[in-house]
C-alpha cells in the first residue's frame, strides 16, 4: 500500500498534506524519514509515523456519534450543518458517511463508517435490523392507537411492518422498527391523527447509544461494539 494511502485512508491527513508533511521531513518508515509517500510499504509490519504520531492501520473505521438537532446525515449539504463536520478534521479524509440516515431535528445514535459493505448489510431491509427510538407525542395517545401502529399503518402508499412500540406515559414510548422509511416515525403518528414533537434513536444493530457522549460528541466502537456488528463485517 502506498504511504499517502495509507495515512489518507487512516484519517491522518489527505494526501497532499501528507505530502506538505513529507516535505518537511514529518513522515517516517520504520525510523527512517521517507519524502517520496509513493512508495510502497506493509500496513500490517512496516512503522509509519506522521508528524511523530504512529499511524494505525485500520482497513475500516466504525465510529458511535450522538447526533444533535440541526445536523443532517449526508456527506454533502449546502443548506445546512452535516454531521460529518462534529469530526477530527484528520477524519474528514476518511472517506466516512452515516450508516442510515436521521432526519435533520432527529438526536441520538448514528454510526459512521468507510466501510460500504457492511453498511449496506445492516441497511438492507432483507436483515431486518431493529432500529429503536424514543419519541414524545404532542397528543396523548389511546391503546387502541399504540396497537394500530405495532400492527402497520397506512404512511401514504406504504403500510409499515408490524413493530414494538412500549409507552412510558400518554405521550412518551420507545418504538422499535426494522424497517426505515423516509420520516417513518413522524409519518406513523400522523397515520394515527397525531405528531411528533421528539425523536431520539437509543439502539442500531443492538448498539446502544452511549449515553456518556454528549450532544455532537463521538468516539470509535468498542470492542463489545464491534463483536455486535461482526455479523455484517466482511
Ligand atoms: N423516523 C423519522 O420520522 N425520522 C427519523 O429521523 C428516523 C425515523
Same mark, same amino acid.
Given at each position: 500500500m502506498r504511504i499517502d494511502k495509507l495515512i489518507s485512508e487512516a484519517g491522518y491527513a489527505s494526501r497532499s498534506e501528507a505530502a506538505k508533511a513529507a516535505r518537511k521531513g514529518n513522515v517516517t518508515v520504520n525510523g527512517e524519514t521517507v519524502k517520496d509517500l509513493s512508495r510502497h510499504i506493509d500496513p500490517e509490519r512496516d512503522v509509519v509515523t506522521f508528524c511523530g504520531e504512529e499511524v494505525v492501520y485500520q482497513k475500516n473505521i466504525y465510529i458511535m456519534m450522538n447526533k444533535p438537532e440541526g445536523?443532517? #446525515?449526508?456527506?454533502?449539504?449546502? #443548506?445546512a450543518p452535516i454531521v460529518l463536520e462534529l469530526l477530527d478534521e484528520r477524519l474528514q479524509t476518511a472517506g466516512l458517511f452515516p450508516c442510515g440516515r436521521l432526519d435533520k431535528y432527529t438526536l441520538g445514535l448514528l454510526i459512521l463508517t468507510n466501510d460500504g459493505a457492511a453498511a449496506h448489510k445492516m441497511l438492507s431491509p432483507k436483515k431486518h435490523v431493529e432500529k429503536t427510538y424514543r419519541f414524545r407525542l404532542q397528543h396523548a395517545i389511546s391503546p387502541e392507537e399504540v396497537a394500530r401502529l405495532e400492527a402497520g399503518v397506512d404512511i401514504g402508499g406504504f403500510v409499515t411492518k408490524p413493530c414494538r412500540v412500549v409507552m412510558l406515559n400518554e405521550v412518551e414510548g420507545d418504538i422499535t422498527l426494522t424497517e426505515g422509511k423516509y420520516h417513518q416515525i413522524k409519518r406513523m403518528a400522523e397515520a394515527v391523527g397525531n405528531k411528533i414533537v421528539y425523536l431520539e434513536r437509543t439502539a442500531f444493530a443492538g448498539i446502544s447509544l452511549d449515553?456518556?457522549?454528549?450532544?455532537?460528541e463521538w468516539r470509535y466502537l468498542n470492542d463489545e461494539e464491534m463483536a455486535i456488528i461482526a455479523p455484517y463485517l466482511s
Open positions: 445536523y443532517v #446525515s449526508s456527506t454533502d449539504d449546502k #443548506s449515553t456518556a457522549l454528549a450532544r455532537g
